[in-house]
C-alpha cells in the first residue's frame, strides 16, 4: 500500500489550499485517515482524522477553518484548508490506518509529505 499526497503550495494569509491523499495498493479495510503536519523546527503534530464510521476529530488550531473528508470509492481522502494564517505553514504529511489484502491485522502508512507555506 502506498500513499501519494498533494494540494501543498504557498498562499497569502487568509486563503484557502485543498490537500489530497490516494491510497494504492490492495486494501481490505479501512480503519482511519489522519492528516498530520511538521512545522519547521517543530515535533508532528495531529491535525486531523476521519474515521471509518466518519466520525472526525480535529485539533483546537485548526476547529471551524478546516474540514477532512474522504471518498471511499477512490481510495482517498482531503483536507480543505480555509482562512490559513501563517503558523498553519508546515509539512503536512497523510497517515492511512488499514487492513492490506489478504491480512487481518492493520498498519500504517505514511505518505511523503506536501509542502504548506502560509505568507503574512
Known amino acids: 500500500v502506498q500513499l501519494q499526497a498533494s494540494g501543498g503550495g504557498l498562499v497569502q494569509s487568509g486563503g484557502s489550499l485543498r490537500l489530497s491523499c490516494t491510497a494504492s495498493g490492495s486494501i481490505s479495510r479501512i480503519n482511519a485517515m489522519t492528516w498530520y503536519r511538521q512545522p519547521p523546527g517543530k515535533q508532528r503534530e495531529l491535525v486531523a482524522t476521519?474515521?471509518?464510521?466518519?466520525?472526525?476529530i480535529y485539533a483546537d488550531s485548526v476547529k471551524g477553518r478546516f474540514t477532512v473528508s474522504r471518498d471511499n470509492a477512490k481510495n482517498s481522502f482531503y483536507l480543505l484548508m480555509n482562512n490559513l494564517k501563517p503558523d498553519d505553514t508546515a509539512v503536512y504529511y497523510c497517515n492511512l490506518i488499514a487492513v492490506p489484502g489478504a491480512s487481518f491485522v492493520p498498519r500504517t502508512y505514511w505518505g511523503q509529505g506536501t509542502q504548506v507555506t502560509v505568507s503574512s
Open positions: 476521519i474515521t471509518d464510521g466518519g466520525g472526525t
